[in-house]
């Protein structure tokens, strides 16, 4: 059974960058899809960017945060990132990482993913 670690969450200021890792083991994280979600305290979680092997280079994101994130992965390491540039205190939240195998019309739903991360806090303020 794969198993999710993310890392690289932290307290970054305004408009700073961070770089998360959600790394794999017991599985290849290349055999499924890696959805980033998040949830802020006192809100439901949600999502925020997701990448299918079927979509190639193209992944899918939020409107928040298109243009500001970006997923990528690493397959020599079995590792997905989610590079957060450009950070407001509105993405302060917890940051989790999933794999499964979702079709591109639930690839922003949580249901499509079975294996699930920690997650990692990102705290974006001054």
């Known amino acids: 059974q794969v198993q999710l670690v993310e890392s690289g969450g932290g307290l970054v200021q305004p408009g700073g960058s961070l770089r998360l890792s959600c790394a794999a083991s017991?599985?290849?994280?290349?055999?499924?899809?890696v959805g980033w979600f998040r949830q802020a305290s006192g809100k439901e979680r949600e999502f925020v960017g997701a990448n299918r092997r079927s979509d190639g280079n193209r992944s899918h994101y939020a409107d928040s945060v298109k243009g500001r994130f970006t997923i990528s992965r690493d397959n020599a390491k079995n590792t997905v990132y989610l590079e957060m540039n450009r950070l407001n205190p509105e993405d302060t939240a917890l940051y989790y990482c999933a794999a499964g195998r979702p079709i591109l019309s639930t690839v922003r739903s949580e249901t499509a993913y079975s294996i699930w991360g920690q997650g990692t806090q990102v705290t974006v303020s001054s």
């Open positions: 017991g599985g290849t994280l290349n055999q499924y899809a």
